[in-house]
């Protein structure tokens, strides 16, 4: 078996963790990188000791700070020295919290969910370049279905708690505009690795069961609907299998810049203007995308925000 070099983040819980069992249950090197090092440390053990594969390790990381992932990288460089997959599975979502910014003042969901993840990469971005079919994946939301209503943009006003824009915080809002912004990324990153050779994919995630563990994370009214969504959601295993497929598998070799549904299927852009029935179809179905992600002037904006906050940290730094 060619065996690859993983990491994936939020491997501690849920997808991550199915993610784990499944890479480590086949083989190969997993590095999973969690926010909580003595939470996850029993987790890592018991995956090991299940699959007989002493090649799980665990190192921390928070990917809402640039600081804490320039620290994980750094430390990855020095202890690994390669890398074949990196998925990018760790993500903020939490039912009714306030407005929180991350310790480089951005919006925590955004700082978490899309400039962590890219600042990762492009810290990781040569030791993936040495790989023979180095692949990226991104974990995608059905929330971003709410772009197929043309007039949902990404509100870039709030990132930073500008002064003078004035909205409301929505947890929603804010997630749904991550990971518009992270699947904008994936295309884009998609051009700019080609010559490198590294592939970059969305898997667009209608939902998984929560763990316990997850459910308690969750304030205890919103608990309630999490249960509840939770009798009609797969469990995290099916979503991990396809993690595995996509980044593993031969059929996707020469594939890359692609959005996949829950059937690995590559989603295709929404049509616009096509009419009602169209507009329903697109709505409940999971064969098209929101022509927005292919906003070009939009997804120059996600890039060079990304650039624009993680460079600034690091000349804080320098
Ligand atoms: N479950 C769904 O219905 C669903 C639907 C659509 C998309 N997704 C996407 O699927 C992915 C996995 O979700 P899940 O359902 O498996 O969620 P989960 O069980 O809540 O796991 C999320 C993981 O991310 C980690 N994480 C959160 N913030 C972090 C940070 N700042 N730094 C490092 N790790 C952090 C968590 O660590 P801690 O344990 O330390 O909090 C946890 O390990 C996410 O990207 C999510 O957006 C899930």
Redesign the pocket.
């Known amino acids: 078996m060619n065996q690859k070099t993983v990491i994936i983040?939020?491997?501690?819980?849920?997808?991550?963790?199915a993610a784990t069992q499944k890479f480590a249950g086949e083989g190969h090197t997993v590095i999973m990188?969690?926010?909580?090092h003595d939470?996850s440390q029993p987790i890592r053990d018991q995956i090991a000791t299940e699959t007989g594969n002493d090649r799980v390790h665990l190192e921390q990381?928070?990917?809402?700070?640039f600081e804490s992932i320039r620290d994980f990288c750094s430390t990855y460089r020095e202890k690994y020295q390669e890398l074949d997959i990196l998925i990018h599975?760790?993500?903020?979502?939490n039912h009714g919290a306030p407005y929180k910014q991350s310790p480089d003042g951005i919006e925590i969901t955004f700082a978490?969910?899309a400039a962590?993840p890219f600042l990762m990469t492009m810290l990781l971005r040569d030791l993936l370049s040495d790989s023979d079919d180095a692949r990226i994946l991104h974990?995608?939301?059905?929330?971003i279905k709410h772009f197929l209503n043309p007039k949902k943009e990404i509100d870039f006003d709030h990132l930073r708690n500008e002064p003078g824009n004035p909205r409301e915080h929505s947890v929603y809002i804010n997630y749904r505009n991550s990971?518009m912004a992270l699947l904008m990324l994936t295309f884009k990153m998609a051009k700019e690795f080609a010559d490198a050779g590294i592939k970059t994919y969305s898997l667009q995630?209608?939902?998984?069961?929560?763990?316990k563990?997850?459910l308690m994370?969750v304030k205890p009214g919103w608990r309630i609907i999490a249960r509840i969504?939770n009798l009609f959601?797969r469990p995290?295993e099916f979503?991990a299998n396809l993690y595995y497929e996509i980044c593993t598998s031969k059929r996707f070799r020469d594939t890359t810049g692609v959005h996949f549904n829950h059937k690995l299927d590559v989603m295709q852009p929404a049509k616009v203007d096509g009419g009602i029935i169209t507009d329903i179809k697109q709505g409940v179905g999971a064969d098209v995308y929101p022509a927005y992600a292919l906003n070009e002037d939009v997804t120059e904006k996600v890039w060079s925000i990304c650039c624009e906050l993680t460079l600034a940290h690091s000349k804080l730094k320098s």
Request: hydrophobic residues 30%; charged residues 15%.
């Open positions: 983040t939020g491997a501690n819980s849920g997808i991550g963790k990188a969690c926010r909580n939470k990381v928070d990917m809402g700070s599975n760790a993500a903020y979502f978490t969910n962590g974990a995608g939301s059905n929330i990971k995630i209608n939902g998984a069961t929560m763990s563990e997850a994370k969504q959601f995290p979503t």
